[in-house]
Nanobody, 130 residues
Framework: QVQLVESGGGSVQPGGSLRLSCEFS????????MGWFRQSPGKERVFVAA????????EYADSVNGRFTIAKDNSGNMVYLQMNALKPDDTAVYYC???????????????????????WGQGTPVTVSS
């Protein structure tokens, strides 16, 4: 059974940086595209960033494009989200998710739809406040 464990959340002032990590276990990591999503109190879980199973292609939400970077380490079974120039609006619980690929999934395909992800971590909170 695939398990995902996030870490790296915390409190930071506006303009600061954090790096979230997600450790994957229980499956073949190369068979999964990975994504980061976030959820604020009273709101739906929304897409933040995602990366292809090979790790060479990524997509970002408009709200984080240019500030956040997703990376996938296929040898270490890890996915990261580097978050720079953080804003109060970035405050949320951040979730790591895994999307199982099919034999026909192109190596550059990036899944951004929350309902297409198969496995989820428990979430790590991020608070951006002065």
């Amino acid at each position: 059974q695939v398990q995902l464990v996030e870490s790296g959340g915390g409190s930071v002032q506006p303009g600061g940086s954090l790096r979230l990590s997600c450790e994957f276990s229980g499956g073949t990591f190369l068979n999964y595209g990975m994504g980061w999503f976030r959820q604020s109190p009273g709101k739906e879980r929304v897409f933040v960033a995602a990366i292809s199973w090979r790790g060479g292609d990524a997509e970002y939400a408009d709200s984080v494009n240019g500030r956040f970077t997703i990376a996938k380490d296929n040898s270490g079974n890890m996915v990261y989200l580097q978050m720079n120039a953080l804003k109060p609006d970035d405050t949320a619980v951040y979730y790591c998710a895994a999307d199982s690929t099919k034999h026909y999934t192109p190596s550059n395909y990036v899944e951004t739809r929350v309902n297409e992800y198969d496995y989820w971590g428990q979430g790590t909170p991020v608070t951006v406040s002065s």
